[in-house]
C-alpha cells in the first residue's frame, strides 16, 4: 500500500513538472546595435495592378552586421536620402533574415506597400538602419 503511494506521487510529480517546462520557447531580444544597409533596387511587381495609393514592390537589401552575434532583420527604416516616400521597409515576415555575425546578407523581397507604381523606383539606393533580434528558442517560422 505504501509502495502504491509512492509511485503515485513520483507519477504526479513527474507529470506536473513535465507540463510546466517547454523546450521550445518563442521569444526575441532586441540587439543594442543597429545593423545598416543599402537597397540595390526596387521595382513594381505588376505595376498594371498598382494603385495611386499602393503597389506590390520587388526589391533587392544587402544588409551588414558588424556585431559578434547572428541577428535576424523584420524591417528596416530608410534613413537616407530624406523625403522617402515611405518610411519604413519589410524585409522578411515571421523570424526575420538571418545575417551572421560579421557579415551581409543581400535578400529580395517583395511586398505590398503604401506607394505608387511610379515612385517604387526611387527607392532604390536608400540606406537603411535596421532593428537586429536574436530569438531565443525556436524562431516562429
Known amino acids: 500500500m505504501m509502495r502504491c503511494r509512492v509511485i503515485a506521487t513520483l507519477l504526479l510529480l513527474a507529470t506536473v513538472s513535465s507540463c510546466g517546462i517547454q523546450q521550445d520557447v518563442e521569444s526575441a531580444e532586441q540587439l543594442p546595435t543597429p545593423l545598416f544597409g ?3 533596387w526596387a521595382t513594381a ?3 498594371e495592378s498598382c494603385k495611386p495609393e ?3 514592390a520587388t526589391y533587392q537589401v544587402r544588409i551588414e552586421n558588424t556585431m559578434q552575434r547572428d541577428a535576424n532583420v523584420l524591417e528596416c527604416s530608410i534613413v537616407q536620402p530624406p523625403r522617402s516616400p515611405i518610411d519604413t521597409l519589410p524585409i522578411k ?3 526575420g533574415l538571418r545575417v551572421p555575425a560579421h ?3 543581400t535578400w529580395r523581397s517583395s511586398f505590398q506597400l503604401a506607394i505608387s507604381a511610379k515612385r517604387v523606383h526611387s527607392l532604390s539606393g536608400r540606406e537603411l538602419r535596421c ?3 536574436d530569438w531565443h528558442g525556436t524562431s516562429p517560422a
Open 45 to 47: 511587381l505588376h505595376r
Open 131 to 133: 532593428v537586429g533580434i
Open 93 to 95: 515576415e515571421l523570424d
Open 54 to 56: 499602393s503597389c506590390q
Open 103 to 105: 557579415s551581409s546578407t
Open 38 to 40: 543599402k537597397v540595390l
